[in-house]
């Protein structure tokens, strides 16, 4: 599968972005899905998953309650919803793809597909 990442920008602290991550190929809905970001200096982060075949999402603490994820498998697109953005969050933020068990879906070599990336800056 390939993955293109999008949606990504300059925003104030407090504001919302939306990002959106398209996948080509087939069998999407078997595929958990996930968000990483990086920010400069710094290793690649969990952000966010939506597990395979309708399961359940899982955030990171520091964004549960203000970041969304959801995923529309007739569209092969997974979003992620980000409000009340702090300066903190700024990094460039990448989706991830995997159909396998997910032993541990919140560590990054666990998928095995990834987007180029889409940065996001927020301002204080």
């Known amino acids: 599968v390939q993955l293109q990442a999008s949606g990504g920008g300059l925003v104030q602290a407090g504001g919302s972005l939306r990002l959106s991550c398209a996948a080509s190929g087939r069998d999407f809905s078997t595929y958990s899905m996930a968000w990483f970001r990086q920010a400069p200096g710094k290793e690649r982060e969990f952000v966010a998953t939506v597990r395979r075949n309708g399961g359940r999402t899982y955030y990171d603490d520091s964004v549960q309650g203000r970041f969304t994820m959801s995923r529309d498998n007739a569209k092969n697109t997974v979003y992620l919803q980000m409000n009340s953005l702090k300066p903190e969050d700024t990094a460039v933020y990448y989706c991830?793809?995997?159909?396998?068990?997910?032993?541990?879906?919140?560590?990054?070599?666990?998928?095995?597909?990834w987007g180029q990336g889409t940065q996001v800056t927020v301002s204080s």
């Open positions: 991830a793809a995997d159909q396998g068990s997910m032993i541990a879906p919140r560590v990054a070599r666990s998928y095995d597909f």
